[in-house]
């Protein structure tokens, strides 16, 4: 009821209707298209991203306690969940259409960037994720 789009009648009736058959037809993967180059690309990196999930953080969910964030600038944000008593898995996203320029280290061992370079600033839109043991 908070989004803008269910405020206004007009808009709401452009909402798609998650039940109608033509809504779920529309909603399905066409395989065909993975094999062309802008859509295997995509599918190349679903592929890697749960790869890294099942190998990288998977194996920490069972020790999972909890999470806190700090708001960087309006849509930036640090993210560090507990995954036991010694393990950390971190996230820092910049979902604004510019760079970020906040000092802030990511710990430990990075896992996955959204970026070529994983240093500061961070690209628009860009993410990365690490997981950091103490010692």
């Known amino acids: 009821a908070k989004f803008p789009e269910f405020q206004d009648s007009a808009r709401r009736e452009l909402i798609p209707d998650t039940t109608s058959e033509q809504t779920i037809k529309s909603a399905k993967l066409n395989w065909e298209c993975a094999t ?3 859509h295997g690309d995509w599918v190349r990196l679903y592929q890697e991203l749960l790869a890294i999930r099942r190998r990288e953080i998977v194996p920490l969910l069972k020790d999972a306690k909890s999470g806190r964030y700090e708001v960087l600038k309006d849509g930036a944000v640090s993210v560090v969940w507990q995954m036991g008593e010694r393990t950390q898995l971190h996230l820092l996203a910049n979902l604004n259409p ?5 000092l802030i280290t990511l ?10 370079e994983a240093h500061l600033p961070i690209a628009p839109w860009g993410v990365r994720w690490s997981i950091a043991i103490d010692e």
């Not at 510019?98 to 906040?102: N, R, Y």
């Not at 710990?107 to 070529?116: F, K, Q, T």
């Open 36 to 38: 062309q180059r802008v």
């Open 98 to 102: 510019d760079p970020l320029f906040h």
């Open 107 to 116: 710990a430990g061992r990075l896992i996955w960037s959204s970026e070529i």
